[in-house]
C-alpha cells in the first residue's frame, strides 16, 4: 500500500473539517464552539493508496501547526469559501502552499450559497463539501497528482 499525506488548508470556516469528514471514513476533530482548535486527520485507501488527510486550524495563533503539518506532504488542497469571496489571508495560504513546492489543487466550497470564478493557475474544483458535491473529483484530482 502506497501512502499518502495530503494537506488541507483555508481559512477560518472555509469548510476544511466538513470536507475532511466526507473524504475520509474515520475523520477526527478537535474543536471547540465549533472551531477546530488542534487539526482534523483522517484516511481513506483508493486502490493501492492510502490517503491520509490532515486539516489545519484555521486559528490564526495556530499557525504554527500549519507549518508542522505540511511536513513531507505530498499534496495540498486549498479551501476557499465562496461565499466570502478572496481575501488577503485566502492569498496568504495559496502562496504558503505554492512555496512548499508541492502539487496542490483548490476546491471552491459553498457553491450552495456562493459564487466565485477565480483562475487560480492550478487545478480547481468547485462544489459543496457539506452537500457532497465535488467531493468525488476532488479525489480523483488527489490521486491523478499524487
Ligand atoms: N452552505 C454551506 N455551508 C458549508 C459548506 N461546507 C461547510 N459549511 C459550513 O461552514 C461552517 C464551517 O465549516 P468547517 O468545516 O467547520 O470549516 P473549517 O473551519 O474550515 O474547518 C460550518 O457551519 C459548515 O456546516 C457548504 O458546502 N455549504
Ligand atoms: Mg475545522
Known amino acids: 500500500m502506497e501512502r499518502r499525506k495530503v494537506v488541507v488548508l483555508g481559512k477560518y470556516d472555509a469548510g476544511k473539517s466538513t470536507l475532511i469528514s ?4 474515520n475523520a477526527k476533530n478537535v474543536e471547540y464552539d465549533g472551531i477546530t482548535v488542534s487539526m482534523d486527520i483522517g484516511y481513506k485507501v483508493f486502490g493501492n ?3 491520509y488527510f490532515f486539516g489545519t486550524p484555521g486559528q490564526e495563533r495556530f499557525k504554527f501547526l500549519r507549518k508542522i503539518l505540511s511536513e513531507g506532504l505530498d499534496c495540498g488542497i486549498v479551501v476557499v469559501d465562496s461565499t466570502r469571496g478572496l481575501t488577503r489571508e485566502d492569498m496568504e495560504i495559496l502562496e504558503q502552499v505554492k512555496a512548499m513546492g508541492v502539487p496542490y489543487m483548490v476546491f471552491v466550497n459553498k457553491t450552495d450559497k456562493g459564487e466565485l470564478d477565480y483562475d487560480f ?3 480547481t474544483v468547485k462544489g ?7 467531493v468525488n473529483r476532488v479525489v480523483e484530482t488527489v490521486l491523478a497528482m499524487t
Open 22 to 25: 466526507r473524504l475520509a471514513d
Open 49 to 51: 493508496k492510502k490517503l
Open 121 to 123: 493557475g492550478v487545478a
Open 128 to 134: 459543496s463539501a457539506l452537500h457532497g458535491d465535488g
